[in-house]
């Protein structure tokens, strides 16, 4: 073999580690990703069940019920649908209904999105940017349209 063919075939075998390598890391990479969506997305059916997700909106008031040790239930809304949330352990200190929250988690069968963390906003005028982006309503003024928080009616959801 002479010197220039096995310079090809040593080129050739890194581009093939090389290709074999991404694949690998973007196979990994789309297993692992988590899309952003809102209580009217999950109720429209668009997130596959059991898929990792992250749910942002407001929490629901009067929707918060404590369960036996660290379970809670809740509901976050978006001024036009409502998702039954569950999670068991320990809520962030600044989390309250009303207010802004993000859950990262996946949805059952049963249209309950089981969250396995919870983020709440850090003080009076943050909300997470994907929640703030999803409510916007009115473009001129940048409130959206529940702005402050009223309880989505029963129905809604």
Not at 80 to 100: C, H, I, S, T
Request: proline share 4%; charged share 20%; with cysteine.
């Amino acid at each position: 073999m002479t010197k220039r063919n096995q310079r090809l075939l040593g080129v050739a075998a890194l581009l093939i580690g090389v290709g074999v390598a991404a694949t690998l890391g973007f196979t990994a990479f789309r297993k692992n990703m988590m899309y952003f969506y809102t209580p009217s997305d999950l109720a429209a059916g668009t997130v596959p069940i059991g898929a990792a997700a992250q749910l942002g909106g407001l929490v629901e008031a009067g929707s918060l019920t404590r369960g036996e040790g660290l379970k809670v239930e809740f509901r976050v809304a978006d001024c036009a649908k409502n998702v039954a949330v569950r999670y068991e352990g320990v809520l962030p200190d600044l989390f309250r209904e009303g207010q802004g929250v993000v859950a990262d988690g996946y949805m059952t069968a049963e249209k309950v999105f089981v969250a396995t963390r919870i983020l709440a906003k850090h003080d009076e005028n943050y909300m997470p940017p994907q929640v703030a982006d999803a409510l916007k309503g009115d473009p001129e003024s940048g409130k959206h349209s529940c702005m402050p928080f009223k309880a989505v009616a029963a129905n809604a959801g």
